[in-house]
């Protein structure tokens, strides 16, 4: 058991929309990831998922609204709730990501940007 240093960590990967594990909590995962400018449309049937954001901004697309989400603040999308992150204006944004180890990155969508496991950091 040792501290993990967020910051050094993301110095160790540049590619966008792919998350690295960085620990393992009980049946939850933590990941680390960069993103910039829009995901996909997309929903997880039976995981909730948490975004902290790091550095940046986020933007949250929901079908009815798009939340604002700012450095430091977090927010959690349900089970079931069709979402799409994204970054506006070409910034780079960094965020934490909690989540069972059985969610799929996109969800319920098969993607060019679908991983089926996240590389450990």
């Not at 995962?29 to 550095?55: M, N, P, T």
Request: proline fraction near 4%; aromatic fraction near 10%.
């Amino acid at each position: 058991m040792k501290p993990i240093n967020l910051k050094e960590k993301q110095t160790l990967f540049t590619e966008y929309w792919h998350p690295r594990q960085i620990a393992v909590v009980d049946d939850m995962q933590v990941l680390l990831a960069k993103i910039r400018g829009e995901f996909i449309w997309h929903s997880h049937e039976f995981e909730d998922e948490l975004f902290h954001v790091l550095k940046g901004t986020l933007y949250m697309q929901f079908r009815d609204r798009t939340e604002i989400v700012e450095e430091g603040e977090m927010i959690v999308v349900p089970k079931g709730v069709e979402h799409n992150p994204m970054t506006k204006n070409g910034e780079v944004v960094h965020i934490l990501l909690f989540e069972k180890q059985t969610t799929m990155h996109t969800g319920n969508v098969k993607h060019e940007r679908t991983q089926s496991q996240y590389p450990r950091i």
